[in-house]
């Protein structure tokens, strides 16, 4: 990891996969490129409705 919020694509001889750094967390995991970046958008998609949900939640808990 060389600068703050650059997202790193790096490979792992051992697995022989892919993984996506964001520093400093490893979000997305893959065999190509490719499919860690995909993993990485399913990842960030996953984390925003999450957050959404709970907001939601808390909004919804407020009105009554």
Do not use: C
């Not at 490979?11 to 750094?21: A, G, P, S, W």
């Not at 997305?28 to 490719?34: A, E, N, P, S």
């Not at 860690?36 to 949900?53: K, M, P, Y």
């Amino acid at each position: 990891m060389s600068r703050n919020n650059a997202i790193e694509l790096e490979f792992d001889e051992e697995t022989r996969n892919y993984y996506i750094v964001w520093e400093p967390i490893v979000i997305g995991l893959g065999k190509t490129r490719q499919e860690a970046l995909e993993d990485l958008r399913q990842a960030a998609h996953s984390g925003l409705d999450t957050l959404i949900d709970l907001k939601l939640e808390d909004i919804g808990k407020g009105e009554k």
